[in-house]
């Protein structure tokens, strides 16, 4: 089993980002693990294992931190008791690893030593998700201590030894089985069965619903995260009963012209101002005609009790993509739709430079206000308080969908300013 053990601890590790606070168990696999930790900058590390603080402590960089909890030493070398315990729950760090003597569908995650289930259960609940190392062999064997329920793990590392009834039960139990295969020592990553965890579980997995429990909600009353914009919103899943489904829209035609006299937008057409396209052969920029924002707006701030307002000065330009009236981005070839990104760079660039909050988006269809299926609108707004400035407010959804995905952001490029959608 040494083989699995260390494959097991190989996958375990690379879910250990730098920088982060862990608690480790004792145990054999646990110990494997720790031995690869050493090189991970800025890790915290809590553990009651005398031999992981050890390996740390001798061969760990310099800037990590090993904290052991203390308490009564076992023969197996881990620390218990009313110390340990007592340790550990004025703790909390982001991932618990742990290893486990029994793993069993009704008996959840045990132990033979008592004192130790004690100590291994203030170490999850100290932590945001659990990490269950076991190898292949643990499945069916129960020891007399419970730990842990299945459940209550996020992610379960084990070996491709194990039956494929066990695999089904694990990774419905759990967000994330991770299987090591020691002929080939390849990793497998099986996500929850129906998916239903990842979401906020991906966040925490602290108290999330799991595998069956969350497949049923769609039919039921539920809140739902919306990522984005940092909401929970309430979904009536009953809606989808009534006789009422809403309005049925019938799909725009397929077979447009690629040319349209009728086109507002087409090249070389009138306007509805009057004014003649010229007659552009790739993209072609011009401020909207009916601009929600415009730059000369005088400055008005009313305060009447319950009306209050104040003017806004921007502007709005709409893009044509294309002079063919018949082509979508999503039927452009790479060189085309690149040269629809590179405008609106450029146009976010230079209303960047009058504006503190340039917004690009894509209108489809009538009913968002699209004359035309295959054109769309751009617009720079100003809004002073996205700066800082003359205390108006932000643009309410992108501002909150911008800083909703910052973190994201800042884990891809490694950090940066942050800046209005498009300026990126
Ligand atoms: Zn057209």
């Known amino acids: 089993m040494q083989a699995e053990k260390e494959l097991i601890a190989g996958a375990a590790a690379s879910l250990v980002p730098s920088g982060t606070a862990i608690a480790i168990s004792a145990g054999t696999t646990t110990y494997a693990l720790a031995k690869r930790l050493t090189d991970i900058p800025g890790l915290t590390v809590l553990t009651n294992s005398v031999p992981v603080a050890e390996v740390l402590y001798k061969d760990g960089r310099p800037d990590q931190t090993v904290i052991l909890s203390g308490g009564v030493r076992t023969p197996s070398d881990a620390l218990v008791g009313p110390f340990a315990v007592a340790v550990i729950r004025s703790l909390h760090v982001d991932s618990v690893f742990m290893g486990s003597h029994g793993m069993d569908l009704r008996s959840g995650f045990t132990t033979p030593n008592i004192l130790e289930a004690e100590t291994n259960r203030a170490l999850i609940e100290a932590g945001r998700r659990l990490v269950v190392l076991a190898d292949s062999t643990k499945w069916g064997t129960i020891g007399i201590s419970s730990v842990a329920r299945l459940e209550e793990a996020d992610t379960i590392v084990t070996d491709s030894g194990l039956d494929a009834t066990a695999r089904q039960q694990l ?96 090249p070389g057409n009138v306007r509805a101002n009057g004014e003649r396209n010229p007659e552009y052969d790739s993209t072609f920029v011009f401020t909207n005609d009916f601009a929600a924002l415009q730059p000369d707006t005088p400055l008005v701030t009313i305060e009447d009790g319950l009306l209050r307002a104040k003017s806004e000065r921007g502007t709005c330009k709409v893009i044509c993509f294309s002079p063919r009236h018949d082509l979508s981005l999503s039927r452009m070839n790479a060189t085309q739709a690149r040269t629809v990104v ?50 108006g407010r932000d643009p309410v959804p992108p501002f909150r969908r911008d800083r909703s995905q910052a973190p994201a952001r800042l884990c891809r490029t490694g950090g940066g300013r942050r800046q209005g959608p498009g300026k990126r």
């Open 171 to 266: 990774s419905a139990a759990v967000r994330r089985l991770i299987l090591v295969d020691v002929a080939t020592s390849g990793v497998q990553t099986i996500e929850g069965e129906d998916g239903s965890a990842v979401g906020p579980g991906e966040l925490g997995g602290n108290g999330v619903s799991k595998g069956s429990t969350a497949s049923q909600l769609p039919s039921q009353p539920h809140r739902r995260y919306n990522a984005l914009s940092d909401e929970w919103l309430l979904v009536s899943a009953e809606r989808t009963s009534r006789p009422w489904l809403g309005r049925q829209e019938t799909p725009p035609p397929q077979d447009l012209p690629a040319y349209d006299p009728s086109c507002y937008l087409c």
């Open 342 to 391: 590179d405008l609106w760079a450029t146009q976010t660039a230079s209303l960047g430079e009058q504006f503190p909050w340039v917004q690009v988006f894509e209108n489809r269809g009538a009913p968002m206000g699209a004359s035309n299926p295959t054109r769309t609108v751009r617009s720079g707004r100003r809004h002073p308080a996205a700066r800082g400035g003359e205390g």
